[in-house]
Structure formats: C-alpha cells, structure tokens
C-alpha cells in the first residue's frame, strides 16, 4: 500500500511542482497516471522512491515512512521497488543477464556483489525472470545487442529479480513503437495480474492508459483532478484533466490483434 | 527450451589478458628494479628535495628572461620554417589532391620518419652538427614542428569536400590552380588553427631542448639544478608554466574561434583588416626572433661532421644489437618498455580517484570538479623530462626515476582523458541502480564502472604509445632507457651505433603502435 500524505514539492525558483496531493494506492493495483508534461506526474512517481525529493508530507509505503527513511533504511525500502524507465537504463556493455542481476545487489553485502558473486538461487531467479518477459534465450547477450522493446523488457525482468512488490514505470513505452509498446504494456499487465505486484504507470496516451488501467489518476497542474475506475475516465473527464480537446498524438491508435 | 541451451560463454580471454597484463608488470618490475622500499626510502629526499624548492628565488626573473625569450624565439622561427615545408609535404601525401601514387606514398613516408625521431633526439644531433646554441634548437624544431604539423595537415586535407575539386577540373585548371582555388579556401582555417597548435606544443619542447645543448631555457635549468639552487630551478618551472600557460590561453581562444568562427560574421574590410594584422603580427614575430637569436650558421666542421655521420648512419653496428655480456641494444629497449609500461600501469591506478574528482557529474559543486580539473593540468603542464631531472635528484638515476616521471606527467594526462569518459557516460543506469536500492559501491560497480572501462582501457593504451615514445628520450637525462647509450654514442660521434639505436628506437615504436592501435580498435 502506499499512501501519499499532503504531499507537495516547491522548487528552489518557486515553481509548484505538487500540490497537496493525497491518494491511497492498494495492492494489486494498475494505477495509471495521465496528464500534460509538466503536470506532474514524473515528479509523482519519482517520489515514491525518492529519486525525487518533496518538500512537504510524507509517503508511506506498507505503513512505513519512505520520506524519512535515511541510508541503509532507505535502500532497503528501494530495493523492495522496482522502476521502469523511459529509457530503459540498462549498461549497454553489459550482458543481459548481469543487468537482470544488478536487481539483486540490495540483498547482499557490498563485497559479496563486488566481486559478482551471485548466489545461483539468484542466476535462477534472474533467469526465471527472463523467461517471465520470453527473452530468455538472450541471458548472455549484450544488451546494445537487443531492440528498444526486448531492452525495455530486461529491465521488467530486473524489476522483477529484485522481487519487487511494487513496480513504477515512468513513460516506459516514450521511445517505442506501437507494437512493441503493446509487448511491454502487456508483460507488465500481465505481471500485475499474475504476481499481484502493485504497479504504478505514467503514461500520455490516452486509449493505452483507459486498456490496461484498474484506476486512472489525472494530474494537472500538480493537482489530482481525476480519480476513478477507468469506466468513469470518459472523453470529457480527460478533456477537463488537459484543460483542452484531447488531441491526435495522444491516442496511439492502434488496437490489438 | 532446457537451461543448457544457454550456456555461459567462456571467459578465457579475460583471463588470459589478466595473466598477461600481471606477467608484464612483473617483467617490469624486475626489469627497472622499481620497489616499494626504494619508493619509500626515498620519499625523505623528495620532500626535502620540494622542501629546498620553496619559497622560490623570484628575484632570479633578471637571469631568466633573456634564455626565456630565446626559447620563444627558437619556437617561432621553427614553427614557421617547420610550416613552410609541411603544408606543401601535406598536400602531396594527400590522396585527393595528389592522385599520383609513385608522389604520395613516399610524401607519406618521409613525413612518418621524420615524426618518428624526438625532439631532443633531434636537439643532441644539431648541438653535435652545429655546436650548442640556439642554432641547433632552432633546426631541431624546425624538424619537429615539421613533423607534427604536416601530419594533421595531411589529415584535414583528405577529409576536405570532394565537390569543389571536382569542379576545378572540370573547369580545366592545372594542379596549381586546383589548389589555390579548390583546396587553400577550404583548409585554411583548419591549417592556421593547426599553426597555432603546433606553435603551443613547440614551446613546451623548446623550454626543454636546452637540457642537451641546444638553447633556451632548458640549459639555466639545468645548470641551477646542478649548482643544487632548486629555488631559482623552481623558480625558472613557474616563469616557464607561466608563460606556456598564456600562450596556450591565447592560442586555444584563437584557435576556437578559427574553427568555430565568431557569432555574427565579420565585414569584408574588417576581415581583410584582421588579415593583414596577422600577416604583420607573424612578421614582427619573424623579425623579433631573426635578431634576437644568436645564429651562428654553419661551422666549418658541419661538413665533415655531417658525412661521417651520414655514413655512419647509413652502415648501422649490428653487432651492438645483441651482445652476451649485457648492455645490448635489446636488453636497452627492453628496458624503456620496461620503464613505460611500469609508469603507464601506475598512473592509470593513481589517476582514478582525481579522474572522478574532476568530473563534473560525479559531485554536486561546481568548485570540487573545479579543482580536480585545475589540479590535473597544473601536473600534465610538466614536462616528463623536467620531472625526470627532479626526480633524478631525488632517487638518483636510473630507470626507477625514468619510471616515477613518466608516472606522475601521465597522471595528469589519463586523468584528464578519464574524466571526460566519466563525462560523457550515459548517467540512467547509475538512476537505475539507485531506484534498486544499491549503495555508492555497488553503483560504481553495476553502473559506472562498466561504462568507463572500454574508455579508460582505450586511453591507456594511447598513453602507452605516447610513454613509449618519451621513455625513449628520459636516458639522454640519466632516466634509464636506451637514452643513455644513445646520448653516449652521440658524444662519442660513433655513428655507426647511432644509427642502430636509431633504427631500434624507430621499429619498437612502429610496433607498439601498430599492437596498440589494433588492440583500441577491438574495444568499443
């Protein structure tokens, strides 16, 4: 469960970033988050774990605070989620499945993962997560070698090595094209359902977030404006979420099969 | 889908690339007789040797002005007769422009020998041809600013815009023509920038050609610290860093704006203006150096010199390449790589930590990337041979003293170059690994490090090749190397072992070169 208490976030300059948010997410939900760029909703996300810092309220995750959890606590509380990124973020150089197992650095000693040496409970799991995301046979490619979607896969799988009980994924279909983008949102639907992993998504087309969402949150301006079950986010909801006509670009237009 | 289908791959090139890399450090080690004991036993002389450096002798300024302006001097009037010969050389090795083999292939080839011999090799031949003095600088410089000059000059003109060319054919101009209309208008820029380049790095080599005899400032350096007055040697370091320091500022301004041109373009009367200002600052420059210098032209014995030499040259000792009993021409190159490898292998460790100090994305202030930045340069500013002469104080001489210079000028090289590859890496996995919960360690290492390492690997290798070069001249100052015997045999005038040394100095560079540049090549 996480709960965002009075959350706010007023930048160095004065510019609001949030606005006294309050919002309650409970486990095994798909959250999805809409909204203009600049709305907020990276700012939103990226506090959970704090990647982002607020400068007012605190967020707690499973009852504990993660906006005052310092050092060694706050790492532990990091490690338990996971986070997809718009760009994927992995080492290029890197092998696919030592990117998968980088999720696991939080639960060994930092000698131990100094030398790369994972437990083979560990290569199982990270395989196994692989397998999860159908990349398997591709453990022991480097990861330039792979395309935008398989790339933004391994990083579910890292996600989901890290045994994650909630996942956020910040824009993860930006830089894809639509079929892929359909594989990943997909996986991570499918992930949701199966190991009822929290997932909070932050997404700008409209149609995909009404497809795979169970709640959509609208953020404008730094403000919830919308919050409801999909059936509710009708076109006129997310007109007064955009404060304007939904365009064009914001649909992605294409629908399965 | 069964796990064995995906087996590991094997890692046995790792492996073998470790051994050897241990193996050749060990190797080094042996050869130089580099220990820590040695490193530790004389850290006592080095501080004290530093401790008699400070305060500098700042009233020496009325001794050192005068070398100081022949050294600029030297610098001038052989970067500009250096530039005379290599502009014509450049654009007859360039394949475009040239389109005769039987013409570019041999342009070619005289302009990598003459940039395979260093500069103080250069300095210890004249002084002997023409006796000491600014004279035998001046040539030596002239052959070395030839030397890099005619290189990058070659390389921008073949990778000028074939359009033009092709349209000065068709018009029916002869190969003068083509060059003056086709060529000159789209080099020219990138050539006085490269002018002004090679003009920065032949005042540092000019500030060092005295060490041998030839002029400038080198020669008082010397002398002071002979005299053991490391103040007023202090002294004449910070006057020469300094100096070179200023001119690099000027020079780099220049040079940008050659390259980059200015935000709003120039007037033609005011381009032609800034034209003709340069045409008369270069033309002063020439003055001021052609009167200043005390040229002594050629001696009487230079003839006589220069044909036993020749013929020495040309007829090397090749009995001195192996000889049981030791001191070799093998055994000498064995030791300069020796000597390179160890000082390459201990400055890509200790330049780590000052590599992320100066990076600007590894901490949040501006001021602590700052001062690792200004920290890097003010080490890399001197010279290896000037660090090898303290050093020499310090430890005495020897390879081990080879060793701790070529070390510490690199440190500050390799540091510099780190800190742009940490830089320029793609900072989302270090995010990525955050948001896993790792800690700094495991960030550096799941994150950075493997970023970093096909760079770092890369510009060590570079650096090798460079240090092989220098540790070949650090034994003309008594810093181990086959210098040593070169510098012998100069003064003995046996040419015969001259040459030798010569052509020994010129295949281990070619190869360690041709190694190292396949080896960058297969890391990307």
Not at chain 1, 200 to 229: C, M, Q, S, W
Not at chain 2, 316 to 326: N, S, T
């Amino acid at each position: 469960m996480i709960q965002f208490q009075h959350i706010s976030k007023v930048y160095p300059n004065g510019t609001v970033g949030l606005n006294d948010i309050n919002l309650t997410i409970h486990p095994g939900e798909f959250v999805v988050i809409v909204g203009l760029s600049g709305a907020g909703k990276s700012t939103l996300l990226r506090s959970i774990n704090r990647l982002h810092e607020i400068t007012d309220g605190q967020i707690l995750i499973d009852g504990k605070s993660i906006t005052q959890a310092k050092g060694a606590d706050l790492r532990r509380m990091r490690r338990d989620i996971g986070m997809i990124f718009q760009t994927f973020n992995l080492v290029k150089r890197s092998t696919v499945l030592r990117n998968v197992l980088s999720g696991r650095v939080g639960y060994h000693s930092t000698l131990r993962t100094m030398f790369g040496l994972f437990p083979k409970e560990d290569v199982e799991l990270a395989l196994k997560a692989l397998e999860r995301v159908n990349i398997r046979e591709k453990a022991y490619s480097r990861a330039d070698e792979l395309s935008g979607g398989q790339q933004q896969r391994v990083s579910i799988a890292r996600a989901l090595a890290q045994e994650a009980k909630i996942i956020l994924a910040d824009e993860p279909v930006a830089s894809l094209d639509p079929l892929t983008t359909r594989q990943v949102m997909d996986d991570l639907k499918r992930i949701n359902k199966e190991l009822g992993i929290t997932t909070v998504v932050n997404l700008h087309f409209i149609d995909l977030a009404r497809e795979y969402a169970t709640r959509i949150i609208g953020l404008r301006a730094g403000k919830v404006v919308f919050d409801g079950p999909v059936s509710e986010a009708t076109d006129e909801k997310f007109s007064e979420i955009y404060g304007r006509a939904i365009h064009k670009d914001e649909l992605l237009g294409v629908q399965e099969g | 889908m069964s796990s064995a289908t995906f087996k590991r791959p094997p890692r046995t090139k790792l492996y073998v690339s470790l051994i050897v890399l241990v193996l050749f450090l060990i190797g080094s080690i042996y050869q130089t007789e580099a220990t820590l004991t040695k490193l530790v036993s004389g850290t006592p002389e080095i501080v004290k040797f530093i401790g008699e450096m400070f305060p500098p002798d700042w009233a020496f300024f009325a001794d050192i002005w005068k070398p100081m302006a022949e050294t600029l001097q030297m610098s001038i009037l052989g970067t500009i007769i250096g530039a005379l010969f290599a502009y014509p050389m450049a654009l007859l090795a360039a394949r475009n422009v040239t389109t005769t083999p039987w013409l570019f292939y041999p342009a070619r080839l005289i302009m990598n020998l003459i940039r395979t011999i260093p500069d103080l090799l250069y300095a210890a031949l004249f002084a002997v041809l023409v006796g000491f003095g600014p004279t035998a600088g001046t040539l030596a410089l002239i052959f070395f600013t030839f030397g890099i000059l005619s290189k990058l000059a070659f390389e921008s003109t073949e990778a000028i815009d074939p359009g033009p060319l092709e349209a000065m054919t068709a018009v029916g101009a002869n190969k003068l023509k083509l060059i003056r209309f086709g060529v000159i208008p789209q080099v020219a820029p990138t050539y006085l920038a490269h002018l002004l380049y090679t003009f920065e790095v032949s005042i540092r080599a000019s500030s060092i050609l005295g060490l041998v005899g030839a002029g400038g400032i080198g020669l008082l350096l010397k002398n002071t610290l002979d005299l053991f007055r490391y103040d007023q040697a202090c002294a004449i370091v910070i006057y020469t860093l300094l100096v070179v320091v200023i001119i690099d500022l000027v020079s780099t301004r220049f040079r940008n704006y050659l390259l980059k041109g200015s935000a709003k373009p120039l007037s033609a009367s005011r381009s032609r203006m800034y034209t003709l200002l340069g045409w008369l600052v270069v033309l002063a420059l020439l003055v001021w150096s052609l009167t200043g210098l005390e040229l002594t032209g050629i001696q009487p014995t230079t003839w006589v010199l220069m044909k036993s030499m020749m013929k020495g040259l040309s007829h090397p000792d090749w009995a001195y390449v192996y000889i049981p009993e030791g001191e070799d021409l093998l055994r000498s190159l064995l030791e300069t790589l020796s000597i390179s490898y160890l000082g390459n292998f201990v400055s890509a460790i200790v330049c780590i930590p000052f590599a992320f100090w100066a990076a600007s994305n590894m901490s949040r202030s501006r001021y602590v990337s700052g001062s690792g930045k200004i920290f890097l340069s003010i080490v890399r500013t001197i010279p290896e041979v000037i660090m090898a002469l303290i050093f020499i104080k310090a430890v005495g001489p020897g390879a081990f003293a080879g060793v701790m210079a070529l070390g510490l000028h690199s440190v500050g090289m390799l540091g510099k170059l780190y800190a742009e590859a940490i830089e320029n890496m793609d900072m989302g996995p270090t995010e990525a690994m955050t948001a896993v919960g790792a800690n700094i360690w495991q960030k550096m290492a799941y994150a950075v490090v493997p970023q970093v390492i096909p760079d770092f690997i890369s510009y060590t290798l570079y650096r090798f090749e460079i240090n092989v070069r220098s540790a070949t001249l650090l034994g003309i100052i008594g810093a181990g190397g086959i210098g040593t015997p070169l510098v012998f045999a100069i003064n003995a005038r046996q040419w015969p072992r001259v040459g030798i040394i010569i052509i020994g100095i010129v295949i281990t560079v070619s190869i360690i070169d041709y190694i190292s540049g396949t080896l960058r090549k297969r890391i990307v």
